[in-house]
Structure formats: structure tokens, C-alpha cells
């Protein structure tokens, strides 16, 4: 069986680095055997949660598709920014719609689906204090983050033209991460 990973990173951005690191992964994870759906959150744009709306019209369909999409899948990858120490309004946003869908269509999407966290800044820390953040809102809505990260620092100069990260002490824990969390999928698969 081929674990089924879902990738995308938290971010509106053309170029932003978190999406860079995002395809890395997705190219890590094939290169672990994994079966990669790279998604991009603008192309499932939602309206900012708002209960009055849920309560009158239910999660968008946006929302929907996206927890259909969450549910075929053995594991997720999430890169995401750090945005004044947390996660940007986007990826909150996402995660709350789509953790309300189960009270519509049932099962929780992500109960029991691991998840790797990735972050990448042009700071020195790579994004890091807003790991804690997201690892928190994942935990919550059933996903079973993996303990070991990744924050790339320096992001801006960090990939070459092909995508891949410059240092191969980076490349290399990148991929070992990503095969971590194929292997833990796929023994929560069986």
C-alpha cells in the first residue's frame, strides 16, 4: 500500500517560502515511495469563520471538499509562516471550517492523521515560535503531530533553482522527517 500524504503550506503568497519548503517535502515524500497531493488553500477560498454563519448556512462547500480530500489521505504535511509568533489568519481559518464539517458529514477528517509541521522565515529562527501554535490547533482537532520539526531559517537564500534546500544537512533532515512521518503513516494505516 502507498501512503497517501496531503501537502500544502499556510500562505496567499506567489513566492513565499513556505510554499518552496511545501514542494520540497511533496519531492521528499515521493522519494519515500509516498503518493503526494500538493494542494494550494487559495483554491479553496472560505469566508472568516463566523458562528451566525454556520449556524444559518453551514461550512462552505469549500470546506467540505476539503475535509473529503483530508479523509482519503494517510498523513498531512503543513508549512506554514509565522505571523506575530503564531499562524497566519488563512491556515486558522481553514482549520476551523474544516473541523466544523464532521457535525454536518461526520467523521472527523483529521482524527488519528499524523502530521509533519514545517516553517520557513527569512528571520534567524525559521519560523519556529509559531510552530507551537499550530501544533496546538492540529492536536486539537484530532491530528497526531509528530514531535521532531523543521524551521528553516534564512529562507530566502535557502533553496537552489531546482527547489531543493542548499545546505544538504537541511535537504537531509527534511527527508528524514518526511520518511518518519511515511513510516508512521503507514503503520497507522494498517
Do not use: C
Amino acid at each position: 500500500m502507498s501512503v497517501k500524504l496531503l501537502v500544502f503550506a499556510g500562505s496567499l503568497r506567489r513566492d513565499s517560502y513556505n510554499k518552496r519548503l511545501a514542494r520540497a517535502a511533496a519531492q521528499a515524500a515521493e522519494a519515500a515511495g509516498a503518493t503526494v497531493t500538493h494542494i494550494e488553500l487559495n483554491d479553496y477560498p472560505m469566508p472568516i469563520y463566523d458562528g451566525d454563519l454556520e449556524a444559518t448556512e453551514g461550512p462552505p462547500l469549500n470546506a467540505f471538499r476539503l475535509q473529503e480530500l483530508i479523509a482519503e489521505q494517510h498523513g498531512l504535511i503543513v508549512a506554514s509562516p509565522e505571523y506575530n509568533h503564531s499562524i497566519p489568519a488563512l491556515l486558522k481559518n481553514t482549520l476551523d471550517w474544516v473541523s466544523r464539517t464532521p457535525r454536518v458529514r461526520g467523521a472527523n477528517p483529521f482524527a488519528g492523521k499524523p502530521a509533519l509541521i514545517l516553517s520557513a522565515s527569512p528571520g534567524d529562527l525559521g519560523g519556529i515560535q509559531g510552530q507551537d501554535h499550530l501544533r496546538r490547533v492540529l492536536t486539537t482537532v484530532g491530528a497526531l503531530v509528530l514531535p521532531q520539526t523543521l524551521a528553516l531559517p534564512r529562507a530566502d537564500a535557502a533553496f537552489d533553482a531546482e527547489g531543493r534546500l542548499r545546505e544538504p544537512e537541511l535537504q537531509e533532515r527534511l527527508d528524514r522527517l518526511v520518511r518518519q512521518l511515511v513510516r508512521v503513516a503507514a503503520r497507522l494505516a494498517d
